[in-house]
């Protein structure tokens, strides 16, 4: 490929509060909140596929001043929009744009494992680029053939979706390497093939993108590996794959996929509300998520992009079971959303703190010292607000 691909255009004004997701992980990746300069930190970007997770997310920021990243999977905008992805794509955009109005931080809405191999797909990433501020290209995987793709044809396809995306303002995502675990819903590669450092700098010249998911270890789902075996990442690599993005372009910034940690706290309060004979109590003491002090290592290395999900539908489910097993005469729908809404926001909460996405369009609006992530305290509660 011999023309330079187009630059991101950060020109492009998207409605209010709305923003590109690259712009505001440049400023993760900086340390930049506001006019201070800080540590490095990351913006963990959640998984919705309900209205109730999408207020969550953007409650969460809204209380600590931090940005949200809304990401969409293909089978999300599915669910959202009755089967037809356009239409769930039309959906949330709308209503997230007429939340961002309402509010003081900055969000960014992203299609994720977005694919230009086939045709299905192709056309998701076209609507999500009218739709959107940002879009992931993954065509690291050619799923029907069930191998990793050519390098050259991973790069032309993603090519295109730059293409199309850098003149209107949209950061692309590209993947590099094989992602072991569930992607989405109908992958399920069992050997994770990490990120050729020889191989980077032709992909990111070539394709322009800013933002890059390369593979060192992380893997999709709730089981990463063996119950009680610690997963490890390869953390020196992550650290040899920055150098050589930096060296062509500082602002290209990496994504974290399959970086869900678990909470203990979440899987001692489901086992506890679940009863013991429960057939699904052995899978929830066995799943196995990434430990945080890795994940920190990888914000260290340019990092700023952490996509967490299964954390969060762990906590949304225990907090459905605890209310259920707290009281299951209460035939009122709002109940059940309002508690598993509030467990969510706990779970955003915690992973935004852990990652330090807080204090950066405002002070946080909760004292960060106080907030105690408990799914037996209401919401209030957690946040160290006295309820009347
Ligand atoms: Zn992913």
Redesign the pocket.
């Known amino acids: 490929m011999s023309s330079k691909p187009p630059v991101l255009n950060t020109n492009r004004k998207f409605p209010d509060g709305m923003v590109s997701a690259h712009s505001i992980l440049l400023k993760a990746k900086n340390g930049e909140k506001g006019n201070v300069k800080t540590n490095r930190y990351a913006i963990p970007a959640y998984n919705v596929t309900t209205f109730q997770s999408i207020n969550a997310a953007i409650s969460a920021a809204e209380m600590l001043g931090g940005s949200a990243i809304l990401a969409f999977s293909n089978s999300a905008l599915k669910f959202f929009g009755n089967n037809d992805q356009t239409f769930g794509l039309e959906l949330v955009s709308s209503y997230i744009e007429k939340l961002a109005k309402r509010t003081k931080i900055k969000i960014a809405t992203h299609l ?2 977005g694919d230009y191999i086939s045709e299905g797909g192709r056309k998701v990433v076209q609507a999500a680029v009218q739709m959107l501020t940002s879009v992931m290209a ?1 065509n690291s995987t050619d799923h029907k053939a069930g191998k990793a793709m050519e390098l050259k044809d991973n790069i032309a396809l993603t090519r295109e979706v730059v293409n199309m995306a850098h003149p209107l303002g949209l950061s692309v995502e590209g993947e590099l390497g094989v ?1 072991a675990g569930e ?2 819903e109908d992958t399920k590669s069992e050997h994770s093939t990490y990120t050729n450092p020889d191989e980077l700098e032709q992909f990111l010249t070539e394709t322009g993108v800013l933002m890059l ?1 390369p593979t060192i270890g992380t893997m ?1 789902g709730p089981n990463k590996g063996k119950p009680g075996q610690k997963v490890k990442l390869n953390i020196d690599l992550a650290h040899e794959l920055l150098k050589i993005a930096d060296k062509i372009n500082n602002e290209i910034l990496f994504v974290a ?2 970086a869900s940690t678990l909470y203990p706290e979440v899987v001692d309060y489901t086992l506890k509300n679940l009863p013991s004979t429960h057939s699904s109590t052995q899978k929830w003491k066995d799943f196995v998520g990434t430990d945080w002090d890795q994940i920190e290592g990888l914000i260290g290395a340019g990092f700023a992009k952490i ?1 967490t999900d299964t954390e969060n539908r762990q906590t949304f489910v225990a907090a459905l079971v605890g209310a259920l097993n707290k009281d299951a005469s209460k035939i009122d729908i709002r109940h059940y959303e309002k508690v598993s809404t509030e467990a969510l926001t706990q779970s955003y909460l915690k992973k935004y703190i852990l990652a330090g996405n807080y204090g950066v369009h405002f002070e946080p609006k909760i004292d960060i010292s106080k907030f105690k992530f408990d799914l037996s305290l209401d919401l209030n509660a957690s946040i160290g607000v006295a309820t009347k």
């Open positions: 994720d494992h993954d992602l992607e989405d998911a999709h996929h399959g996509n």
